[in-house]
């Protein structure tokens, strides 16, 4: 999970304060943090998870979250993996392949219906945002990490803005 808040009236211990800071600290929009793919080999898996509410802080508009989670032969699969979000939803499926050195991976979703005004709700600039996303993405990359494939990934990418208006950008 997340660090606790450390803000005013929070208890934390000092290594949380630490942790806290430093995830302030990064500029980065994808975790960096790489898979410790060792030890994939040595179990299997296979969980289903949905969570119909989610608690999150305000920036972040996802509201819900589920996925079929399979490890099998060091190959972890998100067959679907679906985010409920801004009014919409994105469905993906995700396959990394622990067995290759850089880990391999193939990342597929499609963006339906996403409410831009509804996408960044902290932000003063997007607030009269209009409109709907619409997108899909085919994408493979390698990495140790989920910035490294998106970084190195090549693929196909799609998307649509239908009525919407976007003011000073």
């Given at each position: 999970g997340a660090t606790p808040k450390t803000g005013p009236g929070e208890t934390a211990a000092p290594e949380q304060v630490a942790k806290a800071a430093q995830r302030e600290a990064t500029d980065r929009l994808l975790?960096?943090?790489p898979f410790e793919t060792q030890s994939w080999g040595k179990m299997d898996?296979?969980?289903?998870l949905v969570a119909e509410k989610i608690q999150r802080p305000k920036q972040l508009p996802l509201e819900a979250f589920s996925t079929h989670l399979t490890l099998k032969d060091s190959v972890l699969r998100l067959e679907p993996v679906e985010f409920g979000m801004a009014g919409g939803r994105i469905v993906g499926h995700v396959a990394l392949d622990g067995r290759q050195k850089p880990m391999k991976g193939d990342i597929r979703a499609d963006v339906k219906g996403l409410q831009l005004g509804?996408?960044?709700?902290?932000?003063?600039t997007m607030r009269d945002a209009l409109g709907t996303f619409y997108g899909r993405t085919e994408l493979k990359g390698s990495g140790q990490s989920l910035a490294q494939i998106l970084g190195s990934s090549d693929g196909k990418a799609s998307f649509v803005v239908e009525g919407g208006r976007v003011a000073n950008l």
């Open positions: 975790p960096d943090k898996a296979d969980v289903k509804r996408m960044f709700p902290t932000s003063e």
